[in-house]
């Protein structure tokens, strides 16, 4: 069975400060279809360790959401 959105992946992303920090520059974290429209973008922001904002995430969480994006970004 694919990852979801709403199961595996917005539980990765904190309300405070994830979602409310990237808000503030365009991105929506809580919601489904933008996280898949900009989902190379966090992605790339994710391996370089610039998000989230207070430290990288380790290399599983990156690996998950890497996988959602490769299985079709089930809602």
Excluded at 1 to 25: K, N, W
Excluded at 66 to 71: D, G, L, N, P, R
């Amino acid at each position: 069975m694919p990852l979801s959105f709403a199961t595996d992946i917005r539980p990765l992303f904190r309300d405070d400060p994830d979602v409310e920090t990237m808000m503030s520059i365009g991105i929506d974290l809580s919601s489904y279809a933008h996280v898949k429209a900009k989902a190379k973008l966090i992605l790339s922001r994710l391996e370089d360790g610039t998000m989230p904002c207070d430290g990288p995430w380790p290399n599983e969480r990156i690996a998950l959401f890497k996988q959602w994006i490769t299985e079709g970004m089930q809602a």
